[in-house]
């Protein structure tokens, strides 16, 4: 199983990004699939998920409107479009299917 995120950088509030999370090893159609963040100094926050036909997605209230979740299983790849970002959006992003499998995050700063 390998999950590889990308897309973060750095951003002034109010932009936008959007992550991807490539994945393989696995049939990423069958699996519900997780963005989780770490922001500097504290735990790991849940930020979203998706069910495995990208159907059914659900949201923290901290980027609910803001952060859209979605999926292409035709190309193995998880997104997370990121707009309106705020300084407290500043963390390590990571993709997780469950299971222990994560990828190595990806770093969105958000700053002016």
């Known amino acids: 199983v390998q999950l590889v995120e990308s897309g973060g950088g750095l951003v002034q509030p109010g932009g936008s990004l959007r992550l991807s999370c490539a994945a393989s090893?696995?049939?990423?159609?069958?699996?519900?699939m997780m963005w989780v963040r770490q922001a500097p100094g504290k735990g790991l926050e849940w930020v979203s998920d998706i069910n495995s036909s990208g159907g059914t997605a659900d949201y923290a209230d901290s980027v609910k409107g803001r952060f859209t979740i979605s999926r292409d299983n035709a190309k193995n790849t998880l997104y997370l479009q990121m707009n309106s970002l705020k300084p407290e959006d500043t963390a390590l992003y990571y993709c997780?299917?469950?299971?222990?499998?994560w990828g190595q995050g990806t770093q969105v700063t958000v700053s002016s």
């Open positions: 090893g696995f049939t990423f159609s069958s699996y519900y």
């Open positions: 997780t299917r469950g299971g222990g499998y």
